[in-house]
């Protein structure tokens, strides 16, 4: 297996990990297994992370109770945010695994990004434009991908 796709804590000791020692103050949800806290650098608005307790390196080292409890708290802080900000219209939903992929914290977590009307110039693609100059290529061609009512 590749260095960096493994499902142990070698790149990251639990001991120094930002995900396992001092954060509790910023808790803003949390179950048995999961917690979830604002993102301390936010792409936009009540940016959150949702955080599995047990270290592990991404969510493919996650068990199947982490995962469901990972979307418990995805769905209870979709509410929150719906709740706390009524200009928020969609959501982005984010994980990077693995050095390559972007992952800098090497704690599994997920992102929960809002959005809303105008925060971008052009949302189209979503997750497709990760890598620039990329995602409008299926957009362009992919008749599945057309503007609502577009022809």
Do not use: W, Y
């Amino acid at each position: 297996m590749k260095p960096g796709l493994r499902n142990d804590p070698v790149a990251l000791e639990p001991q120094v990990c930002r995900f396992c020692t001092g954060i509790a103050h910023r808790v803003i949800a949390a179950n048995g297994l999961a917690f979830a806290i604002r993102d301390a650098f936010p792409v936009t608005p009540l940016h959150s992370l949702v955080i599995p307790q047990r270290h592990v390196a991404d969510f493919f080292g996650l068990t199947p109770e982490e995962r469901e409890a990972c979307a418990e708290l995805l769905h209870q802080l979709r509410n929150d945010i719906l709740k706390e900000d009524a200009q928020v219209e969609g959501f982005n939903i984010g994980m990077n695994a693995g050095q390559v992929a972007g992952q800098t914290i090497f704690h599994s977590h997920i992102h929960l990004i809002p959005r809303r009307q105008g925060d971008v110039q052009n949302p189209r693609g979503g997750v497709r434009m990760v890598i620039p100059h990329k995602g409008h290529q299926m957009l362009d061609v992919c008749p599945f991908s057309q503007e609502p009512g577009a022809s």
